[in-house]
């Protein structure tokens, strides 16, 4: 009877995959911590507007719910049954990314996302994804012959079509992130030095045209403007706006001190001097109510989900689970530095969330999604 059950025993154990508790566990914590950063960085506004302070809070909670779902399942799935339908996927958003020009909803000349009852869905966020998915499969198929110049233009085309999707809509700081995650996952995939150099020194010759060119919105040139001059005394509106948000930002930072002001007690935060709080500004009110101490805690466990992402891609059973992981590493740890790095004035600004804290409910979404990819790749590893 004994061996009996100790077969039983053994045979569950195989079928449920380890997956990544450190991963898990950090995730959860750095969810709940945004939840209730969003909850104090909308209260007051609502309650000045007469309406329910829970707003965001019941959102936010129910979007880290359906994300934790997401990850689950996500995490269930043989990462490996992805790749046969990586193009099909690819193509599908191409069709969304397109049809938010037709049928989608717009607000101050952008074009984004989807109205689903409560929940709006903005494909660029899923682009991410689908984009590290379709390049990851190509890579992998061409493992064994390397990649050449042939290969390198189908990328670049692969890639080149929603980017400019993505671009145009606008939304230059998701666009940012799929050019660096492309580049990132060519140079795991084994591409030659000489022409990661050349696309290199190509996208920066292509950012210089676009700015100088006039290809961005002036919104757009105006943070880049203010990023590299912020003593600028320009009488530009959308210059002025721009210096104005990014020294709000400074001061509710500076404002928390090394312990913060406590939640539910940042003078900046609860008077609303910061815009977009609640959204691209979430680290302002985790900086002034739990101080220096406790954003570096909240960037110590971004960090320790980035590690483990990493550490998943290290582990990886084959080329396909490597790339996708190291192109989902570099997703969360660059979204991580340029959130919070906006917002002390070390990066422009840009309309990019901070993973698991910034409200919204595609991006909680995706970044659950993003883990759980994670955790599929890494509990079905090279070794045990």
């Not at 009996?4 to 025993?9: I, K, N, P, Q, V």
């Amino acid at each position: 009877m004994k061996t009996t059950l100790d077969r039983t025993h053994a045979a569950t154990r195989r079928k449920v995959p380890p997956f990544d508790l450190i991963l898990v566990t950090a995730t959860l914590l750095v969810s709940v911590i945004g939840v209730v950063m969003v909850y104090t960085a909308t209260r007051g506004s609502l309650l000045a507007a007469g309406d329910d302070p829970k707003t965001f809070l019941k959102k936010q909670g129910l979007f880290v719910v359906l994300g934790f779902i997401t990850m689950v399942v996500v995490a269930l799935i043989d990462y490996r049954r992805l790749e046969p339908i990586a193009n099909i996927l690819y193509w599908l958003i191409v069709l969304a990314l397109l049809g938010v020009f037709a049928v989608g909803s717009s607000a101050q000349g952008a074009a984004r996302w989807f109205s689903v009852g409560p929940l709006q869905l903005q494909p660029s966020e899923f682009a991410v994804l689908a984009l590290i998915l379709a390049v990851a499969s190509y890579c992998a198929r061409r493992e064994a012959d390397g990649l050449a110049w042939s290969d390198v233009f189908r990328l670049l085309i692969m890639a080149g079509i929603p980017i400019v999707l993505v671009l145009v809509q606008p939304d230059l700081g998701t666009a940012m992130i799929m050019v660096i995650v492309l580049l990132v996952l060519l140079a795991v995939a084994g591409l030659p030095l000489r022409i990661l150099i050349m696309l290199l020194v190509g996208t920066v010759l292509l950012a210089v045209v676009a700015v100088g060119g006039g290809f961005l919105h002036h919104y757009q040139i105006a943070r880049l403007t203010t990023f590299l001059n912020p003593n600028s005394h320009s009488t530009n509106p959308l210059v002025q706006e721009a210096i104005y948000n990014g020294q709000q930002a400074k001061n509710a930072i500076g404002s928390g001190g090394l312990f913060g002001s406590g939640i539910g007690h940042g003078v900046e935060t609860n008077l609303g001097y910061v815009p977009e709080q609640q959204t691209d500004f979430i680290f302002t009110a985790v900086a002034e109510q739990l101080g220096f101490v406790g954003a570096v805690g909240v960037l110590a466990l971004l960090g320790v989900i980035a590690w483990r992402v990493l550490h998943a891609a290290v582990v990886a059973r084959d080329t396909f689970g490597r790339l996708i992981c190291a192109g989902l590493f570099t997703f969360i740890a660059f979204s991580v530095f340029q959130n919070a790095g906006m917002t002390m004035g070390i990066m422009p600004i840009t309309g990019i969330p901070l993973p698991f804290v910034s409200y919204g409910g595609t991006a909680v979404l995706v970044f659950f999604g993003a883990v759980g990819l994670a955790l599929s790749v890494g509990a079905r590893r090279k070794f045990r």
